[in-house]
């Protein structure tokens, strides 16, 4: 079955500091991979994603996220931390199937202090 | 949240009754969906639509409906069956089921006492 896990319930960071965010998957198959963000009672945004190709991925908002196939990694990173980057993130991967489904991780709060 | 409007955004309802959440895209998309969140859960799928006047069941569809009678629109009713109403619920669209991301509605928090 496949699968996405976020390790982490919540990352701190200093503004201004490199953050992380990780994301493990499972699949069968090519992994299409995503990063999405949420800000309180809000919906969710979209960030990045793989599909093939460059390992480095940028995105939105000076995001940006490093494919590993060997370690089944997606990792969120940026360079500095802003306070306004604090948020839900989740990880997800498209399901196998033709369903265009989604499998969500769990989501990490991001905290960014100032 | 792009061209996607879920109305309303918080919704009480008394246990027993049914609601139906709004979902309406103007993006020309073909592919809708309808998620539930929980805290601490993520995101499960509870239906999605290809195209219009068919819809497929998610992982967690019991207890709830779906329509699909117009491109636009993809309304979900929850029903008294459905045991744990309250969440938040999120409507996303994508072009079709082949295009990889889907674009997300500001959700709709119901709560059932």
């Known amino acids: 079955a496949q699968s996405v896990a976020q390790p982490e319930d919540q990352v701190n960071v200093a503004e201004g500091n490199p953050l992380t965010v990780k994301c493990t998957y499972s699949?069968?198959?090519?992994?299409?991979l995503f990063w999405y963000v949420q800000y309180p009672n809000r919906g969710l945004q979209f960030l990045l994603k793989?599909?093939?190709?460059?390992?480095l991925v940028k995105g939105s908002y000076g995001f940006e996220a490093e494919f590993n196939k060997s370690q089944t990694s997606f990792h969120l990173k940026k360079p500095s931390a802003l306070v306004s980057d604090s948020a839900l993130y989740f990880c997800?991967?498209?399901?196998?199937?033709?369903?265009?489904?989604?499998?969500f991780g769990q989501g990490t709060t991001l905290q960014v202090k100032p | 949240d792009g061209g996607i409007t879920q109305s309303p955004k918080y919704l009480f309802r008394k246990e027993g009754q049914n609601v139906t959440l709004s979902c309406e895209q103007n993006?020309?998309?073909?592919?809708m969906y309808w998620y539930r969140q929980d805290p601490g859960q993520g995101l499960r799928l509870i239906y999605y639509?290809?195209?219009?006047?068919?819809?497929q069941k998610g992982d967690i569809a019991e207890g709830y409906s779906v329509s699909r009678e117009k491109k636009e629109s993809f309304p979900l009713t929850v029903t008294s069956a459905q045991k744990n109403p309250t969440a938040f619920y999120l409507c996303?669209?994508?072009?079709?089921?082949?295009?990889?991301?889907?674009?997300f509605g500001p959700g709709t928090r119901l709560t059932v006492t």
């Open positions: 699949v069968s198959g090519n992994p299409y």
């Open positions: 996303a669209s994508s072009q079709d089921l082949a295009t990889y991301e889907q674009y």
């Open positions: 997800a991967v498209r399901d196998a199937g033709n369903t265009g489904k989604l499998i």
């Open positions: 639509s290809q195209i219009v006047n068919d819809f």
């Open positions: 993006l020309n998309h073909d592919a």
């Open positions: 793989y599909i093939t190709g460059d390992n």
